[in-house]
């Protein structure tokens, strides 16, 4: 089993920043690629970035966070990151942590799920 606890979302003004985190313990970390999902009220659940367990370059949903997020991953510390900066009132979801062994799975059903963080982004 994994266990995923993502922490670090808050409120915070249009154009500023916040970094999530996703701690994740269970099983071997480094070998399971990792993403972030978020949902809003109303609205379904949205693929935000994903990250190899390689850590090579992340893809991220385009159009609306690429460009702005960044994932990044401390394999040593078992942790995930996304950075997001340039906030805007439309980020503001339940962010969530996930991961799968299989990344195409990963982008669309993870097997693995995380407890979520609030995000909240004023005009």
């Known amino acids: 089993q994994v266990q995923l606890v993502a922490s670090g979302g808050g409120l915070v003004q249009a154009g500023n920043s916040l970094r999530l985190s996703c701690a994740a313990s269970g099983r071997t970390f480094s070998m399971l690629h990792m993403a972030w999902f978020r949902q809003a009220p109303g609205k379904e659940r949205e693929f935000v970035a994903g990250?190899?367990?390689?850590?090579?370059?992340?893809?991220y949903q385009p159009n609306t966070v690429e460009g702005r997020f960044t994932i990044s991953r401390d394999v040593s510390g078992n942790t995930v990151y996304l950075q997001m900066n340039s906030l805007k009132p439309e980020d503001t979801a339940v962010y969530h942590c996930a991961a799968d062994s299989n990344y195409v799975s990963l982008t669309r059903n993870p097997y693995y799920w995380g407890q979520g963080t609030q995000v909240t982004v004023s005009s």
């Open positions: 990250s190899r367990w390689t850590g090579a370059d992340g893809i």
